[in-house]
C-alpha cells in the first residue's frame, strides 16, 4: 500500500506544476520527477532545481537532489525538453558545449548509470554541470571534483583508457581540451 501511495504522489506532482516532469526514457534503473521553481522563468534568475529520483521497478522514491541555481532559464531548459542518455566510446556533438539538462551516463567506468545535472547556463564556454555518481546503495553523491574542477560535459567518454575529454571555449576562436583520467584504484581524478 505504502508502495502504491508514493506511486500516486509522484504521478500527482508530475501532474499538478507546469514546470514538472517524470522522465521514463532516459535511464534502465531510474525514473527522474524534475522540477524548476523560479520567481522569474522568462529570464536567467535564481531557480530551484529539485531532481527526485525513483526506483523504476518498485516505483519508491530513494533521492532528492536540489540545486538552487543562479542562471538557468526555466521557461527553455528544465523541465525533459533536453535530457539525453548517452552510451560511452561516442563522440558526442552539441551545439555551445550543451549536452543536455538531465544526462544519464557512466562517469567512473562501473557499469553504473550515473547523472549530470545542468547548474548554470554557462558563458560563451557552455553550461556547467554538477556530476552525481552512483553508489552500491542506488544514492547519488555529488563528484565534487568533477563538478568543480571539469564543470563541463565531456564530449568523448573513453571506458578503454577509463578517459573523459571535454571542450571549452578560451575566446572567440580557440577551445581548450582537456583530458581526465579516473583512477579506479584511488577512485579519483587526474588532469592529464
Given amino acids: 500500500m505504502k508502495k502504491q501511495f508514493t506511486f500516486l504522489i509522484f504521478i ?5 506544476s507546469a514546470q514538472n516532469c517524470i522522465d521514463w526514457k532516459l535511464s534502465k534503473t531510474f525514473d527522474f520527477d524534475i522540477m524548476a521553481k523560479s520567481d522569474d522563468p522568462s529570464s536567467l534568475s535564481k531557480t530551484r532545481i529539485v531532481v527526485k529520483v525513483f526506483n523504476k521497478i518498485k516505483k519508491i522514491q530513494l533521492q532528492t537532489i536540489v540545486i538552487e541555481s543562479e542562471s538557468i532559464l526555466t521557461s527553455k ?5 533536453n535530457n539525453n542518455s548517452y552510451a560511452t ?3 558526442l556533438k552539441s551545439v555551445d ?5 538531465v544526462i544519464v551516463v557512466d ?4 557499469g553504473k548509470e550515473d547523472v549530470a545535472l545542468k547548474r548554470e547556463e554557462g558563458g560563451n564556454g557552455g553550461p ?10 542506488e544514492q547519488f553523491i555529488l ?3 568533477l563538478s568543480d574542477e571539469v564543470a563541463y560535459f565531456p564530449y ?3 571506458s578503454k583508457e577509463k578517459t573523459l575529454s571535454v571542450r571549452s571555449r578560451i575566446n572567440s576562436v580557440s577551445n581548450e581540451e582537456i583530458k581526465y583520467l579516473y583512477n579506479d584504484r584511488k577512485q579519483t581524478w587526474i588532469r592529464l
Fill in 12 to 16: 500527482f506532482s508530475s501532474i499538478c
Fill in 77 to 81: 531548459s528544465y523541465p525533459c525538453v
Fill in 89 to 91: 566510446d561516442t563522440f
Fill in 97 to 101: 558545449n550543451d549536452f543536455g539538462d
Fill in 107 to 110: 562517469f567512473n567506468f562501473d
Fill in 128 to 137: 556547467l554541470y554538477n556530476f552525481y555518481i552512483q553508489s552500491e546503495n
Fill in 143 to 145: 563528484d565534487k571534483y
Fill in 156 to 158: 568523448y567518454i573513453d
